[in-house]
């Protein structure tokens, strides 16, 4: 009996990996359209990295955001060439999160954070490395196995002379899981898990600079998730406590939007990113509409944004969302937007081609049509075709978007937003 269960978790988690590997492979193919340079600070992780908004929280645009959700640390080094060839100033890791779902053994996540250590003290020994610890989880198999693996990453890091930081200890309860209140799953932190960790950091980028760094949660953090106890609801609380400023342009979106780096794309800290979700196509209007005023207004130091860009749409095509309820929906969201934010100009971002050709027929191209009917009479609003450009077979693969996607993405906002 005791073998069946070991063999259904694994091949569950097989299933999961393999359902996960489209929406992994395109945010590293996003990161192609990056650059890391000498100044930078990068964040290496899976989807506890890659939900974060790193560089808001610390208040450092130079921090680039390397997570990808569902990451395995086979991945990390496969795709470690383009942040070493960037000589980074610091690069914090976490690794084996996802190994240890997937049955991956302690001694293959250290022989891999092992390899990725060497590689910088060869390729790139100014780059003052760091290695953080797996955090705690009950989650299905991974409690048991996560402190014995952190004992195993800790031993590697003395070896080579790198610091380890220990979150398991902060962010756990003592008995394997994420303290009380600090995560809807046992994995993913919510906002007072991210506040402590940012604190935590703060001595390690500080440290041989002159640049200080603070903590940009406020003390208080209310618990906000609109009733969402899963990521979405996690990133939710935890965004809605960043603040905003007048001069901001704000991302408001689903996957696409979330997996966008758009402060490193746009080459300016004013871009904020406020997507939710990874795997095609991530959240719907309904969520959207859910999740505006927090963001706009979560944190009490926010003001209202210069620029607000809005994607929705994927979610409907996909399901199949007739056009007249599209646009009935899509008119009350954009309601909201300008209620929420009177004074803010709205850049409405055509929907991306859908792969079915009957579905972006039937649902993408019609919904289209009404947001540049609906751009056309709206003073505040501006229609943005991205649909007809990002056709071109190099800038996306199926229902995501890749390097070249995201440039003309940038491209296009830049020229709207007077950039």
Known sequence: MKRVLVFLFVFAALLSAWADEPFRNHRYAAFRALTVRPDNIVMMGNSITNMHEWWEALGDHRILNRGVSGAVSDEMVAN?????????????????????????????????????????????????????????????????????????????????????????????????????????????????????????????????????????????????????????????????????????????????????????????????????????????????????????????ASVCPQTIVLYAGAQEAESGVEAQDFEARYRQLLTLVHAQAPQARVLLLSVLRNADPQKDQRFTQAYNKILKNIARKDRQATFIDAYTPLCAPEMMEGNYVVAQGYLKLAELVSAQAGL
């Open 80 to 300: 470690l060439d383009p942040i070493l060839a960037g000589h980074p100033a610091q690069v914090y890791i976490m690794i084996g999160t996802n190994d240890i779902g997937y049955g991956k053994t302690r001694e293959h996540i250290a022989e891999n954070l092992q390899t990725i250590l060497t590689r910088f003290q060869k390729e790139s020994p100014q780059t003052r490395v760091h290695v953080q610890s797996i955090l705690p989880s009950g989650n299905g198999q991974r409690g048991g196995k996560i402190a014995g693996t952190n004992e195993l990453l800790k031993t590697v890091c003395r070896k080579a002379g790198v610091p380890y930081i220990d979150l398991y200890g902060l962010l756990g309860d003592g008995e394997g899981h994420m303290k009380a209140g600090w995560s809807f799953d046992d994995l993913h932190p919510k906002a007072a898990g991210y506040a402590a960790w940012c604190n935590t950091l703060l001595p390690y980028l500080d440290a041989g600079s002159a640049d200080k760094h603070f903590c940009q949660y406020p003390l208080q953090l209310p618990d906000v998730h609109e009733g969402r106890g899963d990521s979405f609801g996690a990133r939710l609380g935890t965004l809605s406590q960043l603040p905003l400023a007048a001069d901001d342009i704000v991302f408001l979106g689903d996957e696409m939007i979330h997996s966008g780096e758009w402060h490193e794309l746009l080459g300016t800290s004013r871009a904020k990113n406020r997507g939710t979700g990874w795997g095609y196509p991530g959240c719907d209007m309904t969520w959207l509409e859910k999740e505006i005023p927090h963001f706009l207004h979560g944190n009490p």
